[in-house]
């Protein structure tokens, strides 16, 4: 095991260290927090499958008399976890595959992912890359990055780089000032993007320091993680408002979730919240991926096909997030949402307004 210095980073702003030492950072201090039994129990199991880990401003948000409360469903690991279920997979969407050299995934052209950390500030229970957050758990060093940097020097396609992991923003400011400066030599790079639950769970983390290490020549585009309107505080508004001043452009994906946000009120809530109260803009809604121990918090594809309809609806474009599926075996994301097209006869396509009612568009093309 390597020790974690990822979140002790010197830092004059230290409210945010306040919240991580206050937090849950491993196994035994789930023993402080008011459990079930069962979850206790699960929790000793669980933990060696996927790290245990929140923050304490996260666990503030729980409603601990409330057994299926939406943040608890989260990051409290539960019996249920322990159930493996035939078909669910250790890499769902084959990052492994593509991976050319190590650190590195370039699955699209135009972008590669880049994994700087197997780090985070919360281990969410339903993570798609929990198998490799266990069994690597490795965290950044300058070295570690130096086959990647020279990959993304040769391949003069790529556009976007996408800092994630693990959780970039668990990182010190100086080493993400590091990572961005390396980024902006490569003339072909044109956006630095972050994926990140830090602005959610450990928004204090969110200081003008770490803002001003990923200023420089390129667009910043952030990418957060809110799955549940409860998750929206001051503290998550003040985050985003700095990131905003800052010139970033924010964006949010949400993963669909049994039990915590699959109902289409919550999802109409935390959309509205995101855009009216956060500026962040939602992006994705992600159909469950194949992650072990995860069928309890999976839908099916009708279920979120249904919701996505309704939320189309009931919201403005603006607010509507695109519902996708990230194939297996490296397919890609691609959009599950309800067909409008009932049919197809010569130039007339027969679809299927936001009414409900087919109307038939005929193509005219010169
Ligand atoms: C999700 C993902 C991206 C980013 O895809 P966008 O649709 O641009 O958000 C890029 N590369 C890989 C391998 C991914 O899984
Ligand atoms: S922060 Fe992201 S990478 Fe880390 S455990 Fe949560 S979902 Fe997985």
């Given at each position: 095991m390597t020790t974690d210095t990822?979140?002790?980073?010197a830092n004059a702003d230290t409210a945010w260290q306040d919240d991580v030492r206050a937090g849950v950072r491993h196994v035994r201090d789930l023993a402080s927090l008011p459990l079930s039994p069962a979850e206790r129990s699960a929790a000793q199991e669980g933990a060696t499958r996927h790290k245990v880990r929140a923050p304490k401003a996260y666990l503030d948000l729980i409603d601990w008399n409330d057994p299926a409360d939406p943040i608890r469903a989260q990051v409290i690991p539960s019996p249920d976890e322990l159930v493996e279920t035939e078909g669910e997979l250790d890499d769902p969407i084959a990052d492994h595959h593509f991976s050319p050299v190590p650190r590195l995934t370039h699955r699209h052209a135009d972008r590669v992912l880049l994994f700087p950390t197997y780090q985070c500030a919360v281990y969410c229970r339903f993570c798609f890359r929990k198998e490799s957050l266990t069994s690597i758990g490795r965290g950044y060093t300058r070295e570690a990055l130096e086959e990647a940097f020279a990959y993304i020097d040769a391949h003069t396609e790529i556009r976007e780089v996408i800092l994630t992991g693990g959780d970039p923003l668990s990182l010190p400011d100086k080493a993400l000032a590091e990572i961005r400066a390396r980024i902006e030599t490569i003339a072909h790079v044109r956006l630095l993007r972050i994926?990140?639950?830090?602005p959610v769970v450990l928004p204090s983390r969110i200081t003008p320091g770490l803002v001003g290490a990923l200023q420089g020549r390129l667009m910043v585009t952030v990418v957060?993680?809110?799955?549940?309107?409860?998750?929206?505080t001051p503290a998550t508004e003040l985050a985003c408002r700095t990131m905003r001043q800052a010139g970033f452009v924010l964006l949010n994906q949400s993963v669909l979730l049994k039990g915590v946000n699959d109902?289409?009120?919550?999802?109409e809530e935390l959309c509205r919240e995101l855009m009216y109260r956060l500026g962040v803009k939602p992006y994705y809604l992600?159909?469950?991926?194949?992650?072990?121990?995860m069928a309890h918090r999976r839908t099916t594809i009708a279920e979120g096909q249904a919701l996505a309809g309704a939320l189309r609806a009931r919201l403005s474009g603006i607010c509507n997030p695109v519902y996708v599926l990230d194939l297996p075996e490296g397919g890609g994301k691609v959009p599950l949402g309800p067909c409008h097209i009932e049919g197809?006869?010569?130039?007339?396509?027969?679809?299927?307004?936001?009414?409900?009612?087919?109307?038939?568009?005929r193509e005219v093309v010169g």
């Amino acid at each position: 095991m390597t020790t974690d210095t990822n979140l002790k980073a010197a830092n004059a702003d230290t409210a945010w260290q306040d919240d991580v030492r206050a937090g849950v950072r491993h196994v035994r201090d789930l023993a402080s927090l008011p459990l079930s039994p069962a979850e206790r129990s699960a929790a000793q199991e669980g933990a060696t499958r996927h790290k245990v880990r929140a923050p304490k401003a996260y666990l503030d948000l729980i409603d601990w008399n409330d057994p299926a409360d939406p943040i608890r469903a989260q990051v409290i690991p539960s019996p249920d976890e322990l159930v493996e279920t035939e078909g669910e997979l250790d890499d769902p969407i084959a990052d492994h595959h593509f991976s050319p050299v190590p650190r590195l995934t370039h699955r699209h052209a135009d972008r590669v992912l880049l994994f700087p950390t197997y780090q985070c500030a919360v281990y969410c229970r339903f993570c798609f890359r929990k198998e490799s957050l266990t069994s690597i758990g490795r965290g950044y060093t300058r070295e570690a990055l130096e086959e990647a940097f020279a990959y993304i020097d040769a391949h003069t396609e790529i556009r976007e780089v996408i800092l994630t992991g693990g959780d970039p923003l668990s990182l010190p400011d100086k080493a993400l000032a590091e990572i961005r400066a390396r980024i902006e030599t490569i003339a072909h790079v044109r956006l630095l993007r972050i994926h990140t639950r830090v602005p959610v769970v450990l928004p204090s983390r969110i200081t003008p320091g770490l803002v001003g290490a990923l200023q420089g020549r390129l667009m910043v585009t952030v990418v957060t993680h809110f799955n549940h309107a409860r998750e929206i505080t001051p503290a998550t508004e003040l985050a985003c408002r700095t990131m905003r001043q800052a010139g970033f452009v924010l964006l949010n994906q949400s993963v669909l979730l049994k039990g915590v946000n699959d109902t289409v009120e919550v999802l109409e809530e935390l959309c509205r919240e995101l855009m009216y109260r956060l500026g962040v803009k939602p992006y994705y809604l992600h159909h469950g991926d194949l992650a072990r121990g995860m069928a309890h918090r999976r839908t099916t594809i009708a279920e979120g096909q249904a919701l996505a309809g309704a939320l189309r609806a009931r919201l403005s474009g603006i607010c509507n997030p695109v519902y996708v599926l990230d194939l297996p075996e490296g397919g890609g994301k691609v959009p599950l949402g309800p067909c409008h097209i009932e049919g197809q006869d010569g130039r007339d396509w027969r679809i299927r307004g936001q009414d409900g009612e087919v109307r038939v568009y005929r193509e005219v093309v010169g």
